[in-house]
T-cell receptor, first 112, second 115 residues
């Protein structure tokens, strides 16, 4: 995860929006992903974006991609306590690979 | 609805002992992976397999061996455990190579402590 970086913690109030940021360094990224990990569980794919897109919306989730700055963000609208988890961004480099490079993870804490 | 199943879920080993983690998937996936997760490091790929009978090294393969004798199973072995191998291990699988829709499914993790 050394080439994909995230801030470690984010704390938000229930009902507010959360924005989780991710930066990466490799310009050959083709797809970028957001995974959610709840305590004691594996990783669950939330959403992904193709590298030639700059935005993707999926219900409460909005992904923004700034390819020039190599910056990816995940916005969660109307954050709920059930959204408390660790969020990982991951990049796929190239097309002929299934290997993902994961970020360090951001722990989102939602308080009432 | 089993998906990806890992055993054991928890294990404590003494330095120098050996053990095998078993991963099983029931989705007929070609690709299988073993990752380790350490605090502040994200997930790092240990080994992976692109089909029955094949294995390949990932980012951090040293100290581990793998085997894929059956398509549905991917075994991760530690021949001589070291404290640096204390980690959470995740198995994952996917249908095939390429494409954004090629979702990678993860198991629930195996917590390994080496003392």
């Amino acid at each position: 995860g050394e080439d994909v970086e995230q801030s470690l913690f984010l704390s938000v109030r229930e009902g507010d929006s959360s924005v989780i940021n991710c930066t990466y360094t490799d310009s050959s990224s083709t797809y970028l992903y957001w995974y959610k990990q709840e305590p004691g569980a594996g990783l669950q794919l939330l959403t992904y974006i193709f590298s030639n897109m700059d935005m993707k919306q999926d219900q409460r989730l909005t992904v923004l991609l700034n390819k020039k700055d190599k910056h990816l963000s995940l916005r969660i609208a109307d954050t709920q306590t059930g959204d408390s988890a660790i969020y990982f961004c991951a990049e796929r480099r190239g097309y002929n690979t299934d290997k993902l490079i994961f970020g360090t993870g951001t722990r989102l804490q939602v308080f009432p | 609805n089993a998906g990806v199943t890992q055993t054991p879920k928890f294990r404590v080993l003494k330095t120098g002992q050996s053990m095998t983690l078993l991963c099983a998937q029931d989705m007929n996936h070609e690709y299988m992976y073993w990752y380790r997760q350490d605090p502040g490091m994200g997930l790092r790929l240990i080994h992976y397999s692109v089909g029955e009978g094949t294995t390949a090294k990932g980012e951090v393969p040293d100290g581990y061996n793998v085997s894929r004798l059956k398509k549905q199973n991917f075994l991760l072995g530690l021949e001589s455990a070291a404290p640096s191998q204390t980690s959470v291990y995740f198995c994952a699988s996917s249908y095939n190579r390429g494409g954004a829709g090629n979702t990678i499914y993860f198991g629930e993790g195996s917590w390994l402590t080496v003392v």
